[in-house]
């Protein structure tokens, strides 16, 4: 119930191609889902998110897609670039008590070829 | 400028060792976690802290044991060390009074046990 399934789990995709990156969950108490982007020897950080009362959000090249009825959501790299190979982790919020836990997906390494 | 930072980056030890792993954050936070990464890259919430009280834990073995000193700080105590604990630990901070806020994350300790 708590899980957030990813596909595919690798990608590769040429320079000014588009990527897409799909997510699917079934906890209906999940309240945003953001992006993750992570680069190799670094921490994940935070790219994009979205509210599940919104079907889309863009961010310069990045956007994301919602299906709220069919529980799922995407991630979408316009002119994808070769500076945008890393793995990228879809996640789930859900609200415990005072914290906000975070469930993610199984990633999915990108590569831009040039 | 680190807003979260991470001590040691590397920690390579033997198997029945104990290690600590240190987590300071800078942005005033009043929520920190700890995440593990497996070799396959899956990210997991281990522990949250709000105000310096434990409120998740997950199904994580009692050699973990986390302690917060103040809001700024959790570090991650593991007794007994076994190979299975060979992985990266992630520690992040987020402000649980903002509803959709951003978990920030430090740069990872990567443990290695022989």
């Known amino acids: 119930q708590q899980q957030v399934k990813q596909s595919p789990q690798s990608l590769i995709v040429q320079k000014g191609g588009i990527s897409i990156i799909n997510c699917a969950y079934e906890?209906?108490?999940?309240?945003?889902f953001p992006w993750y982007q992570q680069f190799p020897g670094k921490g994940p950080a935070l790219l994009i998110a979205?509210?599940?009362?919104?079907s889309e959000k863009k961010e310069g090249r990045f956007t994301i897609s919602f299906n709220k009825s069919a529980k799922q959501f995407s991630l979408h790299i316009m002119d994808s670039q070769p500076g945008d190979s890393a793995t990228y982790f879809c996640?789930?919020?859900?609200?415990?008590?005072?914290?906000?836990?975070?469930?993610f997906g199984q990633g999915t390494r990108l590569t831009i070829n040039p | 400028d680190t807003a979260v930072s991470q001590t040691p980056k590397y920690l390579v030890t033997q198997m029945g060792n104990d290690k600590s792993i240190k987590c300071e954050q800078n942005?005033?936070?009043?929520?920190m976690y700890w995440y593990k990464q497996d070799s396959k890259k899956f990210l997991k919430i281990m522990f949250s802290?709000?105000?310096?009280?434990?409120?998740i834990n997950e199904t994580v073995p009692n050699r973990f044991s986390p302690k917060s000193p103040d809001k700024a700080h959790l570090n991650l105590h593991i007794n007994s060390l076994e190979l299975g604990d060979s992985a990266v630990y992630f520690c992040?901070?987020?402000?649980?009074?903002?509803?959709?806020?951003?978990?920030?994350f430090g740069p990872g300790t990567r443990l290695t046990v022989l």
């Open positions: 992040a901070s987020s402000q649980a009074s903002v509803t959709y806020n951003e978990q920030f």
């Open positions: 906890n209906t108490a999940f309240d945003y």
């Open positions: 979205i509210r599940p009362d919104v």
């Open positions: 996640a789930a919020k859900v609200a415990l008590g005072g914290a906000q836990k975070l469930v």
């Open positions: 942005l005033g936070h009043d929520t």
């Open positions: 802290y709000n105000n310096k009280e434990l409120i």
